[in-house]
């Protein structure tokens, strides 16, 4: 299989953010405080969902970590 696009409607700070992946290795240089580690989470949890752990603590509950910072719901 291989990602030939992505679109983030509400995740973290990335909202309507398109991507578009190259042929081969692809690499995400931006700047600090853009989204590349945010980005790699949406990926990671579009194929395999949010681990289910019930921590109060933001650090190590991704659901709450990565809601949108816009409001509205998770979506991709």
């Not at 194929?47 to 719901?73: L, M, S």
Request: contains cysteine.
């Amino acid at each position: 299989m291989r990602l030939v696009r992505c679109h983030v409607e509400n995740f973290g700070v990335l909202s309507d953010y398109d991507f578009e992946f190259a042929t081969g290795l692809t690499t995400i240089c931006r700047e600090n405080g853009f989204g590349k580690s945010t980005f790699a989470a949406f990926i990671k949890a579009m194929f395999y969902g949010f681990p289910r752990t019930a921590p109060r603590n933001i650090e190590e509950n991704e659901r709450k970590r990565y809601a949108p910072w816009q409001g509205g719901k998770y979506g991709g």
